[in-house]
């Protein structure tokens, strides 16, 4: 028995007027708008204690959420050099925000200080992701 692998199976590129997967577009939006305002809020915070990482952390997963919508929401053709970049981006940004939430982690829990030497070796190692 010779079984076939049918590969005609994937998720069609928008070519008519509708939006695919609009729900999720439309999800991805709202979230982006939360995380704006709560980025906001940490600036506001009145405890000083990892201000800048949360900031940093809700900065990466805003970032993150276009990027999402982009590449998962049919708008660019399958194995386009576009879609390719995005999603590579995406994977990029998706690694980031899980060492700046190990960096806010290691700085709410106040393993290492705030203010201090020790806090700013983590952050530059955080932002030393995006340089890379």
Not at 9 to 33: D, E, Q
Request: hydrophobic residues 55%; positive net charge.
């Amino acid at each position: 028995m010779i079984v076939y692998i049918n590969p005609t199976y994937f998720i069609p590129p928008i070519v008519t007027p509708h939006l695919g997967k609009i729900a999720y577009i439309l999800a991805c939006g709202l979230s982006f708008i939360f995380t704006l305002l709560l980025i906001w809020l940490a600036h506001r915070r009145k405890a000083a204690v990892g201000r800048i990482e949360m900031r940093t952390l809700l900065g990466i997963y805003a970032v993150t959420l276009p990027l999402n919508a982009i590449t998962t929401g049919a708008f660019q053709q399958q194995g386009s050099t576009a879609l390719f970049v995005l999603t590579a981006l995406h994977a990029g940004f998706v690694a980031a925000f899980f060492w700046a939430l190990l960096a806010n982690a290691l700085v709410a829990t106040q393993v290492v200080e705030d203010g201090t030497w020790s806090s700013l070796v983590v952050r530059s190692l955080v932002f030393s992701c995006f340089r890379i």
